[in-house]
């Protein structure tokens, strides 16, 4: 069974991979259970749908999949902090937790931190509504974000 940071590591790889192909550096793995459900990436550069994010990709992609609006049992690995829209879906899905490489400070030089939609709307970041945990992919916001190359496999 895959390890946290494997399935994790996944999701910034779908996150470099878009940004390879003009879109959003933001990638998303939904699993349960250590099984990949299902995986999104940030559309809205292709499909001019601004409620196209990795997370929600990930989110319909597996409900869809479940023919059940549930995703209780569910972890989700996002490349970035989930911003507010995400975080709700997820939420109201009833997944039990998420993982993610990148928060909104490590994104903010680089314009893709959503701490601003957080205050926003007045939302805390902390506490989180449910468990949110930040793992080291071994990878760079730099990198995924950034010019840094991309480490070779």
Do not use: K
Not at 19 to 30: C, H, T
Request: overall charge negative; glycine content about 10%; some cysteine.
């Amino acid at each position: 069974m895959p390890s946290h940071t494997e399935l994790l590591r996944l999701a910034v790889d779908l996150a470099h991979a878009n940004r390879q192909r003009g879109g959003r550096p933001f990638g998303a793995v939904l699993a349960r259970d250590g099984e990949v459900i299902a995986t999104g990436i940030n559309d809205i550069v292709h499909t001019h749908d601004p409620s196209a994010h990795a997370e929600m990709q990930a989110l319909r992609a597996g409900t869809w999949r479940q023919a059940s609006p549930s995703l209780a049992g569910c972890t989700l690995y996002a490349s970035g902090h989930p911003c507010p829209m995400c975080l709700a879906a997820l939420l109201m899905a009833g997944c039990g937790q998420v993982f993610y490489a990148f928060d909104n400070q490590d994104a903010t030089p680089y314009g893709l931190s959503n701490e601003g939609w957080y205050r926003c709307l007045r939302l805390p970041l902390v506490p989180p509504p449910l468990p949110l945990s930040r793992l080291d992919t071994g990878i760079s916001a730099a990198q995924l974000y950034g010019d840094t190359p991309w480490p070779q496999a």
